[in-house]
C-alpha cells in the first residue's frame, strides 16, 4: 500500500516520538556509567555528564577486592539460574496439559488461574504462608512463592494449542507416552517461548528486591539487589562492602553508581542472545486464546 502525506506525517511524528523516550531512557544510564569511572571531585563538580575528564576504575577494583560483594554475585546468578530452571520447567509442565481439550476439569483450572491474575492473597498471608512451610531465610523463599506466573502459563498454554495436533498424534501412534511426546516433540518445537519465558523469568529473578527484603535476614546470603539497596541508603560504606583497608576511605558516590552498572549490565548481556526468539515468541504465544 502507498503511503499517504499524512501516513507520513504519523510517521515521522512516532519516529520522533520513539527517539525522545529512547533518549530519555537511556541517558540516565550512560550518565551513572560515566559517573562510575569519574574521581569524586567530578562527580561533586559536574551535575551531568556522558563522559567523564579522567577515566578511573578504582571502585570497581575495590568493589570486586570485597567479599561481601562477590558473595550477594553469586548468590544471585545461582538463585537466578536455578529459579528460572525451576520456574520455566513448572509453567511448561503446567502449560501442556492445560493445552490439551481433552483434559478432565480444563476449563475450571483455566478459570482459577485467571482468578489469580485478579485477586492476590496480599503481602501479609504470602509471608506467613512461608514463614509455616519453613523457608523463611532460605534461597527458596526466593524462589517457590512466584514459581509460576499466571500470565506467562496462559502465554504458554496458547503456545502449545497453536502446534499441529498431527504430529502429537502420529508420536503417539508410534508408541509415545504423553511424556514423550512433550519431550520429543513439543519442547523442540517451543524454542521461541522457551527462550522468552526463561528471559522473563530470569529478569525478574535478578531484579527482585521485595522478596529478598521480606523473607532474608542473614546478610551473608543476600542478592545483588539487597547490596545495591544497602549501598544506597548506608551511611557506613566500609561496613556494608565489608571494608579491607581500615585507612582507605572508599568514593561514596562512584561506588553506588558502579554498583548498579554492576547489578544492571549482566542482565542486559542477555537480550542480544535470546532477541530473535524474544518477539516470535510473545507473538504467536499472545494472539490465540
Not at 560483594?69 to 544471585?76: A, D, G, K, P
Not at 532460605?138 to 502446534?163: C, D, G, H, R, S
Not at 546470603?221 to 562492602?241: C, E, G, H, I, P
Request: contains cysteine; neutral net charge; hydrophobic residues 50%.
Amino acid at each position: 500500500m502507498k503511503n499517504t502525506p499524512l501516513g507520513r506525517v504519523f510517521d515521522a511524528f512516532n519516529a520522533v516520538v520513539l527517539v525522545g523516550l529512547a533518549v530519555v531512557t537511556v541517558l540516565p544510564f550512560i550518565y551513572v556509567t560515566a559517573g562510575s569511572f569519574a574521581k569524586e571531585s567530578e562527580l561533586a563538580e559536574r551535575a551531568f555528564f556522558l563522559w567523564p575528564r579522567e577515566v578511573v576504575t578504582d571502585t570497581y577494583r575495590y568493589i570486586f577486592s570485597t567479599d561481601t560483594f562477590m558473595r550477594s554475585l553469586i548468590v544471585t546468578i545461582a538463585v537466578t539460574a536455578v529459579g528460572t530452571l525451576i520456574q520455566v520447567l513448572l509453567t511448561f509442565t503446567m502449560g501442556y496439559p492445560l493445552s490439551r481439550r481433552s483434559l478432565p476439569g480444563r476449563n475450571v483450572l483455566l478459570s482459577l488461574i485467571i482468578f489469580t491474575m485478579v485477586f492476590s492473597g496480599g503481602l501479609i498471608p504470602t509471608y506467613l504462608i512461608v514463614r509455616e512451610l519453613g523457608m523463611l531465610d532460605t534461597y527458596w523463599a526466593l524462589v517457590l512463592p512466584m514459581a509460576i506466573n499466571p500470565f506467562y502459563l496462559i502465554i504458554v498454554k496458547n503456545f502449545f494449542q497453536e502446534l499441529p495436533e498431527e504430529l502429537q498424534e502420529a508420536a503417539m501412534i508410534d508408541g509415545c507416552s504423553e511424556l514423550g511426546v512433550f519431550w520429543r516433540i513439543v519442547l523442540p518445537l517451543s524454542k521461541p517461548i522457551l527462550a522468552t519465558m526463561a528471559l522473563f523469568y530470569a529478569v525478574a529473578i535478578w531484579n527482585d528486591f521485595m522478596s529478598p527484603l521480606l523473607y532474608i535476614d542473614d546478610s551473608s546470603k543476600w542478592t545483588l539487589q539487597m547490596f545495591v539497596r544497602q549501598m544506597t541508603v548506608s551511611s557506613d560504606m566500609a561496613n556494608t562492602l565489608g571494608q579491607l583497608d581500615p585507612n582507605y576511605e572508599p568514593p561514596e558516590q562512584g561506588l553506588k553508581f558502579s554498583v548498579i552498572v554492576i547489578a544492571t549490565v549482566p542482565i542486559l548481556l542477555l537480550y542480544p542472545f535470546l532477541q530473535k526468539h524474544f518477539a516470535k515468541g510473545m507473538l504467536i504465544g499472545s494472539v490465540k486464546g
